[in-house]
């Protein structure tokens, strides 16, 4: 929590433009007040396979289109087996970590989920799951933006965090989202030499007001409500412990931010490697690993902030799911359903939500690729309404439900 | 004591300025009192036809006269350019044909990968068996140095900016698929050549050139009962592939306000079926397949393509569309968002897509019409535009009056990354926008004032910039002629009073204005600092 002591710690000149216009101490205090809901989303780019992640033991088409790939049915006390979650449905055995949050019910899977677009391309399906419209490129802003620009005014400039080098699709509009590579380094970097950094915040400090001028600004003091509130330095709760990688250290640092009380309410993740078109293997391999450290990652953020989860929702992501039959490199390729989780407070979790199209052949789409029952946007708009309070019209234009809510909340 | 005044110096300014919202206002008497207006139209012209001016081309510009130098810049065949093509010699693939890069670069074999995945190779035998330098990846890694070399060292300055504007236009991703081997002959083949040409011939260009049909999948697109004959999709019904055809009117020419139906997208996808590649990763060559193509008739935007059209069905379709009132009015207005400001003034869109008409889209002839405008002299296009990352990163090296080889050029095009902007790594075929909202962020900021500490502290080491040379002749014991110095050279003397104060303050930071030992005052300006302080300035993220 910032006080006005660490405050005046910040140095003579912040001192000054403060003591004349105290818009930050302001913005902290109001930031605290903000209702405290936090929406995290993570992209699996690439196209995850839905079909490995939550295995349909149930189906027999499952096994007929993956002889060397195909996970082995759970079975009762046999480890290194797909992991049963309800008798039709189990989890690929590197998500493990998951288990205990599935039994305490606090995580949801939603299957068959995807675009009502047919495009097989990452570029295109991300652009429309990113923006919100299917089909439709001209979308100027993407639809996380406008769940924050929806949602009364909460002046922290950490409402809207993307973890990575470049503010993501679905963050882009006019709502100020700050992207950082990591919380440690988004500073001026002049070593020791603290005259750098104050000249460039006095540069950008006073002067016209214009977008440059006034997001040099916001940067300055979103640096030093990091600084204050020592971020970085927050260590893991309970005993947390986040895998290495892209996921891990994004989710890391979004629970620094979350409990240094910054004001956030919507943050976004990045997690690259799901496009196995080839050897991507079965219960261990390449795609088992990139699932050890998803399932690891999640449970780690779920961990770390304990009963903080209460007012935090996670919800994965990916453009595409992947075909039902693996190709002659021991991959996949581009399919179209796939599978999606929900995470945290308030989610009615411990099952499986969405109607299952089946795999026999007549019930794939276009013969060989899972079918979508469920808009990716029915299942977004509940989760932003539910979980925000974010109206769902302007969040997707143009989309109609055609089918009624999945009851993911309580 | 000094320290203490010096920052409440700054800082009153910052307490006013932290007031209520004010509109954007330029003092005149910080602006036309530094220049007079004819000196004004020349630093406009560097900063808008140029990747930002180095030392001394505002001289040079204005021993020629404004208009005589944009005429060459408008011809660039007449502009020497040897010592950038020296220092472009030693990247070989620039030149190389698609197929010889195809035979030198091999894809990598799928059963390696599967090997390490499997467990049965480790990374490092990977290495060793298909080492680094051959791989396709070095292809797009040398086009960004060349980029860097080119928009940094050129004196071919407005072409560089336009073939920036066009491969921006007409995107390809170059981390899809075959794109990897393609993108480098793109710009070499499709863009360069007609990047003060004429329109039309661009679009001929990139609708014919592998990297396009690759990238938007039309080289997949075929009748609807075409099945494939043979090769790893033997037996497939391929069918109509409607991306290339979207986007050629949404991106290219009509504009997705252009008046065009779902209907017309189809007819044109279904005129530009059989333009494909022949063998894609042995000769990667165009071709036209008779067999994939629909010989049935086709209505577009309300022309009618009789049947039985082949080939010139797509001819046909570029022509009806190039001659589009919707694309005159489209290309104007990018044009104009790119020379002239984010908020494009309606009537200089309606000249400029009044030249496109009458020329059949000459490109020297719609610039021109723009640089004579009263619109692109007027006060409110005077420093309006942001620069983009790539333009921030090339236009510090220049105005530090440095030059880079081609690592410096691969470290440049790395910091433009870490600054927003991939090169040829835009994924959408949008390409990256040309407005400020975009690249104005936090993290991005933060990343301009970090490039532009390291560049001016010499941490980029294959890249050279000069500054004892940039303040020669002023005398280093006073750092007050330095930063006049500094700021003549660097924004040309365009700071805003208040950027001025603060920097004067910083003067009396000891860490910039290191003491000497002897009594006689201040020596040794710590020029890095300050230069980097310039640069990272609000002022000189502006163009």
């Keep these: 929590m910032t006080t006005r002591r660490t405050f005046l710690k910040a140095g003579g000149c912040a001192l000054v433009a403060y003591a004349a216009a105290p818009r930050f101490l302001l913005r902290t205090a109001r930031a605290a007040q903000a209702n405290g809901k936090v929406l995290v989303a993570v992209f699996q780019r690439g196209a995850v396979d839905g079909l490995s992640m939550v295995m349909p033991h149930g189906e027999a088409g499952y096994a007929a289109g993956r002889p060397s790939i195909g996970l082995q049915p759970p079975k009762r006390d046999e480890a290194d087996r797909a992991i049963d979650l309800d008798g039709f449905f189990a989890f690929h055995p590197a998500l493990a970590p998951l288990v205990p949050l599935w039994e305490n019910r606090a995580l949801a899977v939603i299957h068959a989920c995807g675009s009502p677009d047919t495009t097989r391309s990452h570029f295109d399906a991300q652009d429309y799951m990113e923006t919100g419209t299917p089909g439709v490129k001209s979308t100027s802003d993407g639809w996380l933006a406008r769940a924050v620009k929806t949602r009364p005014a909460n002046p922290t400039p950490f409402r809207a965090v993307a973890m990575g080098p470049a503010l993501p699709r679905t963050l882009q509009g006019d709502v100020g989202a700050i992207s950082m590579q990591s919380i440690e380094r988004f500073d001026v970097r002049a070593g020791s ?26 940067t300055f003091e979103a640096v030093k ?57 079965a219960e261990r391999g390449q795609l088992a690993l990139r699932f050890r450290e998803f399932g690891g990652a999640l449970a780690a953020f779920a961990l770390d902030l304990g009963s903080k989860m209460a007012d935090v ?21 581009h399919g179209h359903a796939t599978a999606m989780l929900v995470l945290g407070g308030g989610v009615r979790g411990g099952r499986v939500y969405g109607r299952w199209p089946g795999l026999a052949r007549h019930q794939l789409f276009e013969g060989r690729d899972l079918a979508v029952t469920t808009d990716f946007r029915t299942l977004f708009s509940e989760v932003a309404t539910r979980h925000l309070g974010a109206p769902a019209a302007p969040l997707f234009p143009g989309f109609r439900a055609t089918q009624p809510s999945l009851g993911l909340f309580a | ?107 990598p074999d799928p059963k390696l990968r599967e090997k390490i995945a499997r467990g049965e190779m480790t990374r490092q035998e990977m290495q060793e068996r298909y080492p680094m330098e051959k791989r396709p990846f070095r292809i797009a890694a040398e086009l960004q140095a060349a980029k860097v070399i080119r928009a940094v060292m050129s004196e071919r300055q407005l072409e560089e900016v336009m073939v920036d504007f066009w491969f921006n236009h007409f995107n390809v991703f170059a981390g899809k698929g075959d ?37 938007l999948d039309n080289w997949l697109s075929a009748r609807p009962d075409f099945i494939v004959p043979a090769g790893p999709n033997r037996g497939r019904n391929a069918g109509l592939n ?29 005129a530009f079926t059989g333009w494909t590649i022949d063998r894609p990763q042995i000769d990667g060559r165009f071709v036209f397949r008779p067999l994939m193509h629909d010989g049935g008739e086709k209505v577009v935007v309300g022309h009618r393509i009789p049947a039985g059209g082949g080939q010139g069905d797509g001819e046909r379709v570029i022509e009806i569309l190039t001659r589009h009132p919707s694309t005159a009015r489209f290309l104007a207005t990018k044009l104009v968002r790119r020379f002239v400001s984010d908020t494009p003034p309606p009537a200089l869109i309606a000249r400029v897509a009044a030249t496109y008409a009458g020329t059949g889209g000459d490109i020297p002839a719609m610039l021109r ?74 993290g991005a900021l933060l990343a301009r004032m970090n490039f532009a500490l390291a560049l001016a502290s010499g941490r980029y080491p294959h890249v050279t910039v000069e500054l004892p040379a940039l303040v020669a002749g002023t005398d280093s014991r006073s750092p007050a002629a330095v930063l006049d110095h500094l700021l003549a050279t660097i924004v040309a003397n365009e700071a805003g009073p208040e950027t001025r104060g603060v920097l004067a303050a910083q003067l009396t930071d000891p860490q910039i204005t290191r003491l000497s030992t002897d009594d006689r005052g201040p020596a040794n300006t710590d020029v890095a600092k300050l230069a980097a302080l310039v640069i990272g300035s609000p002022e000189f993220q502006r163009r």
């Excluded at chain 2, 994924?427 to 926008?433: E, F, S």
Aim: glycine share 10%.
């Design chain 1, 313 to 333: 929702v996670v919800i994965t992501m990916s453009e595409f799911g992947r075909t039902v039959a693996e190709n002659g490199n021991r991959g996949t390729d």
């Design chain 1, 225 to 281: 409500m990091l600084r204050s509130v020592n971020a970085s330095h927050i260590p893991p709760a309970n005993g947390a412990d986040y895998p290495r990688g892209q996921l891990g250290e994004a989710l890391r640092q979004i629970a620094q931010l979350i409990k240094a009380s910054v004001g956030l309410e919507v943050a976004f993740a990045d997690m690259q490697g799901w496009d196995t078109h080839v050897g991507q293997g």
């Design chain 2, 369 to 442: 019409v723009i640089f004579e405008s009263r619109e692109f002299s007027g006060e409110d296009a005077y420093r309006a535009k942001i620069k983009k990352p790539f333009e921030f990163v090339a236009s510090a090296v220049r105005a530090l009056g440095g030059s880079t080889d081609a690592e410096g050029g691969s470290a440049l095009a790395r910091a433009s990354a870490e600054i927003g902007e991939p090169l040829y790594l835009a994924q959408p075929p949008t390409g990256y926008a040309d407005r400020a909202d975009v690249w104005v962020n936090a």
């Design chain 2, 1 to 107: 004591m000094l320290l203490v005044l010096g920052a409440l110096a700054g800082c009153s300014a910052a307490a006013g300025g932290a007031g209520p919202a004010q509109p954007r206002v330029v003092d005149p008497s910080a602006v036309s009192a530094a220049q007079p207006a004819a000196d004004r139209q020349i630093l406009h012209a560097l900063n808008r036809l140029t990747y930002g001016p180095r030392p001394g081309d505002f001289e040079r510009v204005r021993a020629i006269g404004l208009s005589a130098w944009i005429d060459r810049q408008l011809r660039p065949q007449m502009i020497d350019d040897s010592a950038t093509e020296r220092a472009l010699a030693e990247l070989t693939t620039l030149r190389m044909p698609i197929a010889e890069l195809l035979r030198e670069f091999p894809r």
């Design chain 2, 179 to 215: 794109v990897r081997w393609y993108v480098s002959a793109y710009e070499r083949e499709a863009i360069r050549p007609h990047a003060l040409g004429t329109f039309p011939d661009l679009v001929r260009a990139t609708a014919r050139h592998p990297a396009m049909l690759f990238y």
């Design chain 2, 242 to 270: 409607e991306n290339y055809a979207r986007e050629l009117m949404e991106l290219h020419t009509l504009g997705v306000d252009g008046g065009y139906t779902q209907r017309d997208v189809t007819e044109v996808a279904r």
């Design chain 1, 193 to 218: 030499d603290g005259s750098v950094r104050r000249g460039f915040e006095s540069l950008y400090e006073q002067g016209v007001r214009d977008l440059l001028h006034g997001t040099g600004r916001e």
